[in-house]
């Protein structure tokens, strides 16, 4: 099925370091959610964006909505080793359905 | 709160044979949601439903996997004659009416096809 291109698919950071990671799309979405999830285990909901240009905070973590419409990023500042997972955006364009990203797997270095 | 639990957490199955995947949604969530989640990708949407509505089963991959939810509350996900390449892990979410975008998810089932 269809999937969103997120980048990097995968990074190592040293601990204490902040992360930059993002979702593009050739098409527009109206909501986009930001999932993180361990081995093992389902995807947990990190963070939701409902407008063009939201910019929203969840702890150490930013989220933004691409003013295009078309992209979103996340940010995750001063990281610790239990940020390791694989982080997902998902995209969702007037239906109840999402169209999720390829992932982007986290490894950090202590 | 309770979260969305699935059951089984592993099932190993012989090519052929019918599995039943559960599903036991978040109280109160109206909508409930199977993904597909092969190994090292992202997730592939099956079947939606919504209150007493008629699913959405535009993602089952075949007309083995079949999917139902009884009382708007538990969901069994049935796939028929299974083949390898079912092999997946497969989730379960729901949501909320009020919060209708925001889905939670379970722990997921893995299901091999030996």
């Known amino acids: 099925g269809q999937q969103l291109n997120q980048s990097p698919q995968s990074m190592f950071i040293q601990e204490g370091e902040d992360v930059s990671m993002n979702c593009t799309s050739s098409s527009i979405f109206n909501t986009w959610l930001w999932y993180k999830q361990d081995p093992g285990e389902g995807p947990v909901l990190l963070i939701a964006l409902y407008k063009a240009g939201e910019l929203t905070s969840n702890g150490r973590l930013t989220a933004q909505f691409g003013i295009t419409r078309k992209d979103s990023f996340l940010n995750i500042s001063a990281s610790i080793p239990s940020d390791v997972g694989i982080y997902f955006c998902?995209?969702?364009?007037?239906?109840?359905?999402?169209?999720f990203g390829t992932g982007t797997r986290l490894k950090v270095l202590a | 709160g309770a979260g969305v639990s699935q059951s089984p957490s592993n099932k190993v199955t012989e090519k052929g044979k019918d599995v039943e995947l559960r599903c036991d949604p978040i109280s109160g969530h109206t909508a409930l949601y199977w993904y597909r989640q092969s190994l090292g990708q992202g997730l592939e949407f099956l079947i939606y439903f919504q209150g007493n509505s008629a699913p959405d089963k535009s993602g089952l991959p075949s007309d083995r996997f079949s999917a139902e939810r009884t009382g708007g509350s538990v969901s069994t996900l049935t796939i028929q004659r299974t083949q390898q390449e079912d092999s997946a892990v497969y989730l379960c979410a729901s949501s909320s009416r009020d919060r209708i975008y925001e889905q939670y998810f379970g722990p997921g089932t893995r299901l091999t096809v030996t």
């Open positions: 998902a995209g969702q364009r007037g239906t109840y359905k999402y169209i």
